[in-house]
Antibody, heavy 119, light 111 residues
Framework: EVRLVESGGGLVKPGGSLRLSCAASGFAFSNAWMSWVRQAPGKGLEWVGRIKHKAAGGTTDYEAPVKGRFTISRDDSKNTLYLQMNSLKTEDTAVYFC??????????WGQGTLVTVSS | DIVMTQTPLSSPVTLGQPASISCRSSQSLVHSDGNTYLSWLQQRPGQPPRLLIYKISNRFSGVPDRFSGSGAGTVFTLKISRVEAEDVGVYYCMQATQGLTFGGGTKVEIK
């Protein structure tokens, strides 16, 4: 069974940093592209970015609002995906989901972790 | 960036009746590899999104056959043949042909 479990959310002040984790199980994590998607309270889904598997270069892509502030990384030995968030703004307040991206589809999603940016 | 536009914003439906959601993209979603990476997701209240349909019309594992997808190019449709109470939630289209973007969502509720 594919399982994705996010952790690391919480309350942080504007300008602060936070690192989210996504623990994966039930599939070959090292062979998977992984994405982060966020959802602000009462709003729709917004793609944050992705990291490809090492065979595809392990490269990352980011959406404009987070580019230069957020970094996606992975540790295939721990089956874990990370999202390092720096210079946080109030508009980054959202539930952050990780998802497995498989041939142009996010087929499995975690339950999400809430990040609140507020003074 | 490809913009995805969904209509309607809200769809009140009687139990047992059909529902239809439209999704339009700002440019063709046909990838250079010949595939069209358009999928549909369901998000029930308080839950994470769940994949229903991928590559326009393919039902994901465990998805009831009352859900179907169709379309081509820039115009796509999700249909629920007979709405059940468990279908209440917000439905999103998503494209992954160029980057990854979501439609704004359509709320399906029971009349």
């Amino acid at each position: 069974e594919v399982r994705l479990v996010e952790s690391g959310g919480g309350l942080v002040k504007p300008g602060g940093s936070l690192r989210l984790s996504c623990a994966a199980s039930g599939f070959a994590f090292s062979n998977a592209w992984m994405s982060w998607v966020r959802q602000a309270p009462g709003k729709g889904l917004e793609w944050v970015g992705r990291i490809k598997h090492k065979a595809a270069g392990g490269t990352t892509d980011y959406e404009a609002p987070v580019k230069g502030r957020f970094t996606i990384s992975r540790d295939d030995s721990k089956n874990t995906l990370y999202l390092q968030m720096n210079s946080l703004k109030t508009e980054d307040t959202a539930v952050y989901f990780c998802g497995r991206e498989y041939y142009g589809v996010i087929d499995y999603w975690g339950q999400g972790t809430l990040v609140t940016v507020s003074s | 960036d490809i913009v995805m536009t969904q209509t309607p914003l809200s769809s009140p439906v009687t139990l047992g009746q059909p529902a239809s959601i439209s999704c339009r993209s700002s440019q063709s979603l046909v990838h250079s590899d010949g595939n069209t990476y358009l999928s549909w997701l369901q998000q029930r209240p308080g839950q994470p999104p769940r994949l229903l349909i991928y590559k326009i019309s393919n039902r994901f594992s465990g998805v009831p056959d009352r859900f179907s997808g169709s379309g081509a190019g820039t115009v796509f449709t999700l249909k629920i043949s007979r709405v059940e109470a468990e279908d209440v939630g917000v439905y999103y289209c998503m494209q992954a042909t160029q980057g990854l973007t979501f439609g704004g969502g359509t709320k399906v509720e029971i009349k």
